[in-house]
């Protein structure tokens, strides 16, 4: 399994910016998806958004959709997730997923591998 570390989270305010950052140690050529979801109190896994690791295809939820952009550092095994135009229901623990699924899958229970989570709360 990949092991993945997400950082960056914190508390803002409505219509603020914030990145988090999510490093994965052991990925291999066989992970194709990296993604986000993100868990609220009461609230099932929701996805967020994902990134095809061989060519930077991305996908997102309509939620969030024009306000938020992932992107990957090949280099350092890294994936980013800007967040814009934040509002107070983004409020949520972030976490970072890998898959070995060939195509883009949204379902979590088809991610292989998680992180702990981020906690990332927006004040209106």
């Known amino acids: 399994q990949v092991h993945l570390v997400e950082s960056g989270g914190g508390s803002v305010q409505a219509g603020d910016s914030r990145s988090v950052s999510c490093v994965a140690s052991g990925r291999t050529s066989r992970d194709r998806y990296m993604g986000w979801f993100r868990e609220a109190p009461g609230k099932t896994r929701e996805f967020v958004s994902a990134i095809n690791w061989d060519d930077g295809t991305t996908h997102y939820a309509d939620s969030v959709k024009g306000r938020f952009t992932m992107s990957r550092d090949s280099a350092t095994d890294t994936i980013y997730l800007q967040m814009s135009s934040l509002k107070p229901e983004d409020t949520a623990v972030y976490r970072c997923?890998?898959?070995?699924?060939?195509?883009?899958?949204?379902?979590?229970?088809?991610?292989?591998?998680w992180g702990q989570g981020t906690q990332v709360t927006v004040s209106s």
């Open positions: 997923a890998a898959t070995k699924a060939q195509t883009f899958v949204r379902t979590p229970y088809l991610w292989d591998s």
